[in-house]
């Protein structure tokens, strides 16, 4: 139960509208906004009219992919081809060889630490048998 339950019931009553109204307030204003800003970008000015669509441009008789292609036509065309294949093949190599570089990196890392860890756990073995030892040259003397 709510520690101070009273109170909640003054403050409830105290509210105002309700919230439901102050939403569809807030949305119907929103939307009259929205409509005024979208019919002044279209006639630049406070004009109300249903929604409208911007005219369609008018079509030219060649598309962009035809004009790409008439412009690929002719050995000026292979020749940009045939360098931009070799500057990919020269980024591809240099790829190749960053991560060739990354990869031995990282292996090296990993091996030094794989060589680290056994160390580690033959100087453990080595204390815990001397810790043996001693116990047992401790329980013999007693």
């Known amino acids: 139960m709510h520690p101070h339950h009273g109170y909640y019931h003054y403050y409830r009553s105290r509210r105002g509208p ?13 939307a009259v906004w929205i409509k005024h800003k979208q019919a002044a970008d279209i006639h630049g000015k406070f004009y109300w009219k249903h929604c409208q669509r911007p005219p369609v441009r008018e079509t030219t008789t060649e598309s962009k992919l035809a004009a790409w292609r008439r412009q690929c036509d002719g050995p000026q065309a292979e020749e940009e081809w045939e360098m931009e294949k070799e500057r990919m093949s020269a980024f591809g190599r240099q790829a190749q060889d960053a991560m060739t570089d990354i990869s031995e990196a990282t292996l090296d890392s990993l091996l030094n630490t794989c060589a680290a860890l056994k160390h580690k756990l033959v100087q453990h073995r080595e204390q815990r048998e001397r810790e043996l030892e001693d116990r047992h040259r401790s329980d013999k003397t007693t």
Not at 18 to 30: E, N, V
């Open 18 to 30: 309700s919230r439901l109204l102050w939403f569809f307030i807030g949305a119907g204003t929103a």
